[in-house]
């Protein structure tokens, strides 16, 4: 059996615990923009104070960038 990279990521998105305090947001756009929406979601939410990070990500095959951003729930 061949897994695409799409199963991968589905399997490991399975493993997440609902209750681990994190808020995520998924986003798809073109590389620049996704760099773009990276820096103004770290920007907005700083790690010193969210734990902020980008907790996955992967190119489609139309060159868009899927990616998710999590930062804690709790420094609301």
Do not use: H, Q
């Not at 947001?25 to 103004?40: G, N, V």
Request: aromatic share 10%; glycine share 6%; no cysteine.
């Amino acid at each position: 059996m061949v897994f695409r990279p799409r199963d991968l990521a589905s399997r490991m998105a399975g493993r997440r615990k609902p209750g681990d305090g994190y808020l995520r947001e998924t986003f798809t756009l073109p590389r620049e923009e996704a760099r773009a929406k990276a820096r103004d979601f770290l920007n907005r939410y700083p790690k010193a104070a969210y734990m902020s990070s980008v907790e996955s990500w992967r190119e489609l095959p139309d060159g868009e960038i899927e990616f998710t951003m999590r930062r804690l729930a709790s420094a609301d």
